[in-house]
Structures are given as structure tokens and as C-alpha cells.
């Protein structure tokens, strides 16, 4: 197991209108993601300058059990369910190298 923290981020466009629905499922859905044993944690992200993209990161422990769930009948069952509300989108992965701490990373409400 690489001591390396594996990251997914998805660029996906929902088609106008159906953000909030989008928003929604995912978070009705997302435990599929957190629940699994590899996964360290995810974030939906609304892009800034266009409210028909939202960007979407989770952080794996290593890059085979990612894979491995990304096969698996539960991630396939996931992505049926956010399909409706898609336009297109796309998938980049990377690797952890440094993580560095933001000063208020550790202020209480944040």
C-alpha cells in the first residue's frame, strides 16, 4: 500500500436547472462514497463563474482499492442515480505529494 493519499476530482456539468436536485442526490447518495473503507473523504464544489459545473474530490487511500470500488456494483449503482441530472464531465487523478496546513485549518467553526 502506497503512503501516497490518492485523489479524484471530477469536473461534472449538469444540465441548467437541475443544480439543487443534483445537490441533493449527491448528498443523499454520498455515503456510498464515505462508507467505503478506502475512501478518506469527499467535497462537492460549485464552480464560481458557471453555476452548471460543480466539481466533485475524494481522497483514497491508495490508488488499487479506488480502483477496485470504481468497478464495483455499488459505484455503478451511484452514478445511475446522478446520470439524469449530467451534461458531460470529466475525471483526473493524482497523487498527494505535500499537503501543507492553512493557519486557520485549525480555528474552531471552520
Given at each position: 500500500?502506497?503512503?501516497?493519499?490518492?485523489?479524484?476530482?471530477?469536473?461534472?456539468?449538469?444540465?441548467?436547472?437541475?443544480?439543487?436536485?443534483?445537490?441533493?442526490?449527491?448528498?443523499?447518495?454520498?455515503?456510498?462514497?464515505?462508507?467505503?473503507?478506502?475512501?478518506?473523504?469527499?467535497?462537492?464544489?460549485?464552480?464560481?463563474?458557471?453555476?452548471?459545473?460543480?466539481?466533485?474530490?475524494?481522497?483514497w487511500v491508495?490508488?488499487?482499492?479506488?480502483?477496485?470500488?470504481?468497478?464495483?456494483?455499488?459505484?455503478?449503482?451511484?452514478?445511475?442515480?446522478?446520470?439524469?441530472y449530467r451534461?458531460?464531465?470529466?475525471?483526473?487523478?493524482?497523487?498527494?505529494?505535500?499537503?501543507?496546513?492553512?493557519?486557520?485549518?485549525?480555528?474552531?467553526?471552520?
Amino acid at each position: 500500500m502506497s503512503d501516497q493519499v490518492f485523489r479524484v476530482m471530477l469536473r461534472m456539468e449538469i444540465k441548467p436547472g437541475m443544480g439543487e436536485q443534483f445537490e441533493r442526490v449527491w448528498t443523499e447518495v454520498g455515503n456510498v462514497i464515505t462508507d467505503h473503507p478506502a475512501n478518506l473523504g469527499q467535497w462537492l464544489l460549485k464552480n464560481a463563474e458557471d453555476e452548471n459545473v460543480y466539481h466533485i474530490m475524494s481522497d483514497w487511500v491508495d490508488e488499487p482499492l479506488f480502483r477496485e470500488f470504481e468497478t464495483s456494483d455499488q459505484h455503478l449503482e451511484h452514478r445511475t442515480k446522478l446520470h439524469p441530472y449530467r451534461s458531460g464531465g470529466s475525471m483526473t487523478t493524482a497523487h498527494v505529494v505535500v499537503q501543507l496546513q492553512g493557519a486557520a485549518a485549525g480555528v474552531a467553526g471552520r
